[in-house]
């Protein structure tokens, strides 16, 4: 089992829909957690860090879940720059900060 | 602004090729990270640093080594380039501690022929 795991998708989306993706982790050692966008041919840039009390940024909400070992992502009100990989990382302490990357999660928004 | 920088960007090697990639970053973090990225295997983490002169491997270390003399200086050491080793490098850093952010660099695409 992969320390991180994601849906890879893709998720179409029209334009304007709600769209939510998980991400499940292994080691319950785990502390930090972050969503990142990554574009095409890009780097990963931070999209936002996920809180234990869940987080809202805009039309992005954020939730860890610590008993299931999950986080995850809802991104409302779609828009066709939304389009993209949306990647959950994982920083585990325990691991000497070791930061593990889920595979990613493509969604592509349509008009 | 704070800056990870891969200064390869783009390079083209010859199987066999011992090969360099360099990754600084000028925010005195502890914590760097090299990756490589492949389509449908997502970041796969190769080496890691919390140090100067301290390495961990990651989970595909295999054919690569790494060297951190500096704080601010990662370097990924391919000792013999194969063409499976054709990717795309990301460099990143953080803090020591948890819940900061990672900042990466823009990624090195190598090229083995």
């Known amino acids: 089992r992969k320390e991180v795991e994601q849906d890879p998708g893709p998720f179409n989306v029209p334009e304007g829909a709600t769209v939510a993706f998980n991400c499940t982790y292994s080691n319950s050692a785990s502390q930090s957690f972050f969503w990142y966008r990554q574009d095409c041919r890009k780097e990963p840039k931070l999209l936002m860090s996920v809180y234990s009390s869940g987080n809202e940024d805009g039309r992005f909400t954020a939730q860890l879940n610590r008993a299931s070992q999950y986080i995850s992502l809802l991104i409302r009100d779609s828009k066709l720059s939304d389009s993209a990989t949306y990647l959950c990382v994982v920083i585990t302490k325990a691991a000497g900060n070791k930061l593990t990357f889920g595979g990613g999660t493509r969604v592509l928004v349509k008009p | 602004d704070v800056k990870v920088t891969q200064s390869s960007r783009y390079l083209v090697k010859r199987t066999g090729e011992k090969v360099f990639l360099e990754c600084v970053q000028d925010m005195d973090h502890e914590n760097m990270f090299w990756y490589r990225q492949d389509p449908g295997l997502g970041l796969r983490l190769i080496y890691f640093?919390?140090?100067?002169?301290?390495?961990e491997k990651g989970d595909i270390p295999e054919g690569y080594s790494v060297s951190r003399e500096k704080k601010e200086r990662f370097s990924l050491i391919l000792e013999s380039a194969s063409t499976n080793q054709t990717s795309m490098y990301l460099c990143a850093s953080t803090t020591g501690g948890s819940g900061n952010t990672i900042y990466f660099g823009e990624g090195s695409w190598l090229t083995v022929v």
């Open positions: 640093s919390y140090d100067v002169k301290m390495k």
